[in-house]
Structures are given as structure tokens and as C-alpha cells.
């Protein structure tokens, strides 16, 4: 990740603080892009960090051990005693560690076990949908808050194995954690992991087909196996984690509703579904700056040097959208075919989402169902108006449509 020599004072500034970036980080984080792969990310109450802008750069990062992921990459919230054996997730393990856990769950979280999953996930997607006339207020109901907010969860509650008395709980574990960080996310998680210790018993004595079962099979069978305290975490993450397509699938339906060309040529050709969620996924999809990496050593990056210590970030947003990779970037284009490299949308490297297959299909499956059983949505307000000012997630607020 070297280059010509660039002096740290040249490199261009992004201000979380600024409405316009808040507003459009995709031409923000463009016009960075092109004018340096390397800029200087400004954030309130963290300091600067070095952000890479092009998707060479953020690609090469991603996968560079010189970069790691520790704790002070994470906001840690205030969480009782007990609960802090369990806090130390996947996501912030690295190195050997790292790679030993992901060799280990991997086999639970591959393509093809996520394509077994769809016939669970079907139902659940139909149940939502057909219950969404009745959330119906003043002719239009909120499609994020009746079916992509509830979804994530409801299909983790399958996946894991949760019996049907104790779902209301976890239903309102989800909505917490989807609502993001706060009180509320840290007093929820001891609920979370007290739930996962249930989950992970109740396997224990009565396997099923669920994800848990295949975790516990695999702990039983390999020599280096998953002890329980990383079994109880990675599944109190999974409630975490696998909340990424409630905005992946909102996301993606406003996109659509926004691009009735593309809208019409899905609904005419529902083949197109595995292509346009990878798509949408580059085009919209709701991460916009990668999870903080420090560096391990006094390295350079595309000429300019960076301290030890010192964090870096991908900007997702810009690199999904960079001209060197794909063609007419900020074109939202379904049937656009998947270059070598792709997209960022779920990262890259050791720490590459372990459930993007999963967001995947429950994405297509919500996607297909969706627009199969009406025929006539479109949106009730203007989506711009409805758009969050997070800088690091682009999300909704509502997303209020007409069936």
C-alpha cells in the first residue's frame, strides 16, 4: 500500500459534523476519492483517523495483519460482572486466535448450509408480509418497523433453536439492539446471554437442525473444540451481528422504489435476485465506514506514513462506488456482473462477515416474497425525508409504503 509520497498535511479531511456529509456520504466520500486514496477522517470525541477512500487500498487493509482489530476499535458498553467472560467477541479476536475460532465455526456458516436454511426462513418471511395490511395507518404501513426490523430476529430465534415461549424476549432483544447502542443495548445483553446459555443447554440434551446443533457437533467432535464461554459468545453475537439485513433490506427496497426501471426488469425476471442483492448490497448497503484498525508497527500507507497505534479505516462508501473498479458506479445497475474483486459490503479479509451468506439469502428471500405478494408498493413519503443522519450506517427511519 505504497505510493507517491504524500505529505499527512495534503491529505483531504472528512467532518462527521458537516450536514452534507451526514446528508450524501456517497458524494462526500467520493470527491475524497478522487482527489487522494488516503484521507483524515474527523470524528467527535474519537480524534482523527486515517480513512482509505479507494477500494484497492481499503481491499489491501482489510486483509493486512499489520492492521489489527483490538478493543479499542469497539464502544464497550457498561455490562454487570458476569457477563464480561462472554463480551470478547469474534470480532475482536485476532491473529491465531482469530483464525482458530473461524476454523472452528466456519463449517456452521458456509453457502450451502445457509441455502438448507431457506425453507425456515420462507415462512417466517410470509407470516410478516401477511400481517402487514393490518399494521395499516392512514393507508400506509411502515415497512421497517412491520417486516425488515422483526425479520433478523425472528430468523435467528429458528436458526438457534429458541422455543416459542421464550420468543417474545428475544423479539425484544432484537428491537433494542436494532434501535443501536445505549442504555437499553447494555441492559439487555446479560438477557441475551442468559438466553444463549438456555439455548445452548436445551441442544445439548435434544439436537435439532438448527445452527446451534451444528456448533455443539462440531465442539463434540474436533480436538481443539469450542469451549463454552466461546460458545455462549458466539451466539449472543449472532443476536448482535445478525441484525444487518433489517437495513440491507430496507436499503434495498427504497432503492427499488426509487428506480422503477430496475424495479420492473427484477419483478419480470425473478432470476435476477442473487445478482441485484449483490448489487444492492454495493450500491446501498448500509455499512459506510469499516470497524477502526490500529496499526502494529510504523507502516506507510499510499505515501504517507502512520504511526504505531495510530487507527485506520476502509470507507466502504467510497470504495463500493469506486470508478476503477466498476463501471458508472453511482448507477444502480441489477444485472451489473461481479468483477473479481466485488464489493466491501461485508468487509474483507480474516474478519469478513461470517454471516454473509446468511444476510444474503434471508435478503433474496425477503426481496422475492415482498414484491411477489404486492404488486402495487410504493412509497408513501419521500424517502429523502426519511433518511438517518448516522454517519456510520446508512439506514431509515421509517419506511412507510402503500401495499
Same mark, same amino acid.
Given at each position: 500500500?505504497?505510493?507517491?509520497?504524500?505529505?499527512?498535511?495534503?491529505?483531504?479531511?472528512?467532518? $462527521?459534523?458537516?450536514?452534507?456529509?451526514?446528508?450524501?456520504?456517497?458524494?462526500?466520500?467520493?470527491?475524497?476519492?478522487?482527489?487522494?486514496?488516503?484521507?483524515?477522517?474527523?470524528?467527535?470525541?474519537?480524534?482523527?483517523?486515517?480513512?482509505?477512500? %479507494?477500494?484497492?487500498? @481499503?481491499?489491501?487493509?482489510?486483509?493486512?495483519?499489520?492492521?489489527?482489530?483490538?478493543?479499542?476499535?469497539?464502544?464497550?458498553?457498561?455490562?454487570?460482572?458476569?457477563?464480561?467472560?462472554?463480551?470478547?467477541?469474534?470480532?475482536?479476536?485476532?491473529?491465531?486466535?482469530?483464525?482458530?475460532?473461524?476454523?472452528?465455526?466456519?463449517?456452521?456458516?458456509?453457502?450451502?448450509?445457509?441455502?438448507?436454511?431457506?425453507?425456515?426462513?420462507?415462512?417466517?418471511?410470509?407470516?410478516?408480509?401477511?400481517?402487514?395490511?393490518? &399494521?395499516?395507518?392512514?393507508?400506509?404501513?411502515? $415497512?421497517?418497523?412491520?417486516?425488515?426490523?422483526?425479520?433478523?430476529?425472528?430468523?435467528?430465534?429458528?436458526?438457534?433453536?429458541?422455543?416459542?415461549?421464550?420468543?417474545? %424476549?428475544?423479539?425484544?432483544?432484537?428491537?433494542? #439492539?436494532?434501535?443501536?447502542?445505549?442504555?437499553?443495548? /447494555?441492559?439487555? #445483553?446479560?438477557?441475551?446471554?442468559?438466553?444463549?446459555?438456555?439455548?445452548? /443447554?436445551?441442544?445439548?440434551?435434544?439436537?435439532?437442525?438448527?445452527?446451534?446443533?451444528?456448533?455443539?457437533?462440531?465442539? /463434540?467432535?474436533?480436538?481443539?473444540?469450542?469451549?463454552?464461554?466461546?460458545?455462549?459468545?458466539?451466539?449472543?453475537?449472532?443476536?448482535?451481528?445478525?441484525?444487518?439485513?433489517?437495513? $440491507?433490506?430496507?436499503?434495498?427496497?427504497?432503492?427499488?422504489?426509487?428506480?422503477?426501471?430496475?424495479? @420492473?426488469?427484477? %419483478?419480470?425476471?425473478?432470476?435476477?435476485?442473487?445478482?441485484?442483492?449483490?448489487?444492492?448490497?454495493?450500491?446501498?448497503?448500509?455499512?459506510?465506514?469499516? #470497524?477502526?484498525?490500529?496499526?502494529?508497527?510504523?507502516?506507510?500507507?499510499?505515501?504517507?506514513?502512520?504511526?504505531?497505534?495510530?487507527?485506520?479505516?476502509?470507507?466502504? @462508501? /467510497?470504495?463500493?462506488?469506486?470508478? %476503477?473498479?466498476?463501471?458508472?458506479?453511482?448507477?444502480?445497475?441489477?444485472?451489473?456482473?461481479?468483477?473479481?474483486?466485488?464489493?466491501?459490503?461485508?468487509? &474483507?479479509?480474516?474478519?469478513?462477515?461470517?454471516?454473509?451468506?446468511?444476510?444474503?439469502?434471508?435478503?433474496?428471500?425477503?426481496?422475492?416474497?415482498?414484491?411477489?405478494?404486492?404488486?402495487?408498493? @410504493?412509497?408513501?413519503?419521500?424517502?429523502?425525508?426519511?433518511?438517518?443522519?448516522?454517519?456510520?450506517?446508512?439506514?431509515?427511519?421509517?419506511?412507510?409504503?402503500?401495499?
Amino acid at each position: 500500500m505504497t505510493g507517491a509520497s504524500q505529505d499527512a498535511d495534503d491529505v483531504p479531511e472528512i467532518d $462527521l459534523t458537516d450536514p452534507e456529509v451526514l446528508r450524501d456520504p456517497f458524494t462526500a466520500y467520493g470527491h475524497a476519492r478522487e482527489r487522494s486514496p488516503l484521507a483524515r477522517l474527523m470524528i467527535p470525541g474519537l480524534g482523527p483517523m486515517w480513512v482509505l477512500t %479507494r477500494h484497492e487500498n @481499503a481491499r489491501a487493509m482489510l486483509g493486512d495483519p499489520r492492521f489489527e482489530i483490538n478493543t479499542g476499535s469497539f464502544l464497550r458498553p457498561d455490562v454487570p460482572e458476569d457477563c464480561l467472560p462472554y463480551m470478547r467477541t469474534m470480532s475482536e479476536v485476532d491473529g491465531p486466535a482469530h483464525t482458530r475460532l473461524r476454523r472452528l465455526v466456519s463449517p456452521a456458516f458456509t453457502a450451502r448450509r445457509a441455502a438448507e436454511f431457506r425453507p425456515q426462513i420462507e415462512p417466517i418471511v410470509e407470516d410478516l408480509l401477511a400481517g402487514l395490511p393490518g &399494521h395499516a395507518e392512514q393507508g400506509s404501513v411502515d $415497512l421497517l418497523r412491520h417486516f425488515a426490523r422483526p425479520l433478523p430476529i425472528e430468523v435467528i430465534c429458528e436458526l438457534v433453536g429458541v422455543p416459542e415461549s421464550d420468543r417474545p %424476549r428475544w423479539r425484544e432483544y432484537g428491537a433494542t #439492539i436494532a434501535a443501536g447502542s445505549g442504555r437499553g443495548f /447494555a441492559e439487555a #445483553i446479560p438477557g441475551i446471554m442468559h438466553g444463549a446459555k438456555a439455548v445452548i /443447554a436445551r441442544r445439548r440434551d435434544r439436537p435439532a437442525d438448527d445452527l446451534v446443533s451444528d456448533l455443539l457437533h462440531l465442539q /463434540a467432535e474436533d480436538g481443539d473444540r469450542l469451549d463454552d464461554v466461546e460458545m455462549v459468545t458466539l451466539v449472543w453475537h449472532l443476536v448482535l451481528a445478525g441484525q444487518t439485513p433489517t437495513n $440491507l433490506i430496507a436499503n434495498a427496497v427504497a432503492a427499488l422504489l426509487s428506480h422503477p426501471g430496475q424495479l @420492473a426488469a427484477l %419483478r419480470a425476471d425473478p432470476g435476477l435476485m442473487r445478482p441485484a442483492v449483490e448489487e444492492l448490497t454495493r450500491w446501498c448497503g448500509p455499512t459506510l465506514l469499516s #470497524i477502526p484498525r490500529y496499526a502494529r508497527e510504523d507502516v506507510e500507507l499510499c505515501g504517507t506514513p502512520v504511526g504505531r497505534g495510530e487507527p485506520v479505516i476502509a470507507a466502504i @462508501a /467510497a470504495a463500493n462506488r469506486d470508478p %476503477r473498479v466498476f463501471a458508472d458506479p453511482d448507477r444502480l445497475d441489477l444485472g451489473r456482473a461481479t468483477g473479481p474483486q466485488g464489493h466491501l459490503g461485508f468487509a &474483507h479479509g480474516p474478519h469478513f462477515c461470517l454471516g454473509a451468506s446468511l444476510a444474503r439469502v434471508q435478503t433474496e428471500v425477503a426481496l422475492t416474497a415482498l414484491l411477489r405478494r404486492f404488486p402495487d408498493l @410504493a412509497p408513501a413519503v419521500a424517502l429523502e425525508e426519511v433518511r438517518a443522519l448516522d454517519p456510520g450506517t446508512w439506514r431509515l427511519t421509517t419506511l412507510p409504503v402503500t401495499l
